[in-house]
């Protein structure tokens, strides 16, 4: 995970291996760091649910979003060729990374746009 750009700072920050350079980075760094958890170099994200329990998903670094998500559209085992929405809701169980909704309604509109079949036409035929 060290190595997705996005979430590098933070976890070097974590691990007492990098000190900000400003007041400003400081600040930003440990309000960022009370909805993180590191365990073993995995990074998850932490939050509280409806009813008040606290859990957590874990980060998927830039690399192997588009891999999950392709697979959580495409295999039969997890509701292939849904819409979105189900795609999401699947993927949102385990996982969590910023821009999700984004990137999987991308996806699934370029995989729908790929086979000319439109969303009510592939959950028929699922």
């Known amino acids: 995970m ?23 980075q400081m600040d930003a760094l440990k309000r960022e760091v009370g909805f993180y958890k590191l365990v073993d170099d995995l990074l998850y994200y ?5 009813d008040g329990k606290e859990s957590q998903l874990l980060v998927v670094p830039e690399v192997s979003r588009r891999i999950i998500v392709m697979l959580y559209h495409n295999h039969h085992l997890t509701g292939g060729h849904r819409g979105w929405k189900t795609v999401k809701s699947k993927i949102q169980e385990p996982y969590f990374w910023p821009n999700m909704n984004e990137d999987i309604k991308h996806y699934v509109g370029t995989a729908r746009n790929a086979s000319g079949l439109k969303s009510s036409q592939i959950q028929r035929q699922a």
Do not use: C, E, V, W
Request: glycine fraction near 4%.
């Open 2 to 24: 060290i190595h997705d750009l996005q979430y590098r700072t933070l976890i070097l920050y974590m691990q007492g291996k990098y000190t900000p350079k400003s007041i400003t």
């Open 46 to 50: 932490r939050f509280s649910r409806k």
